[in-house]
């Protein structure tokens, strides 16, 4: 079993950044798939970021901005959102799995309950 919270969220200006992290209790966290997802009102739960024992993983939309980071040691998982912009305004949050990574959240059985980005014009 898994808990999962997330915390690092806020309002930023278009341009800005912020960092969200995902700190986890439980056996198997250091082993586990965690990924970001983040979903806008009236829209789709989608896929950020993954890291598994395999590498990181990026939608093609944040690509180049955000950063997905492990430590294990402090069983946390961080994501760096840099050159944010205002349509990234969602609720992002944090999910873990025990296999490879996967870009669909019914794929994942543990989450966190959200962190707030709000990014302004």
């Known amino acids: 079993q898994v808990q999962l919270i997330e915390s690092g969220g806020g309002l930023v200006q278009a341009g800005g950044s912020l960092r969200l992290s995902c700190a986890a209790s439980?056996?198997?966290?250091?082993?586990?798939?965690v990924a970001w997802f983040r979903q806008a009102p009236g829209k789709e739960r989608e896929f950020v970021a993954a890291v598994d024992w395999s590498g990181t993983y990026y939608a093609d939309s944040v690509k180049g901005r955000f950063t997905i980071s492990r430590d294990s040691a402090k069983h946390t998982v961080y994501l760096q959102l840099n050159s944010l912009k205002p349509e990234e305004t969602a609720v992002y949050y944090c999910?873990?799995?025990?296999?490879?990574?996967?870009?669909?959240?019914?794929?994942?059985?543990?989450w966190g309950q959200g962190a707030q980005v709000t990014v302004s014009s």
């Open positions: 439980g056996r198997g966290f250091s082993t586990s798939t």
């Open positions: 999910a873990a799995r025990g296999g490879e990574y996967s870009i669909y959240h019914g794929s994942y059985g543990f």
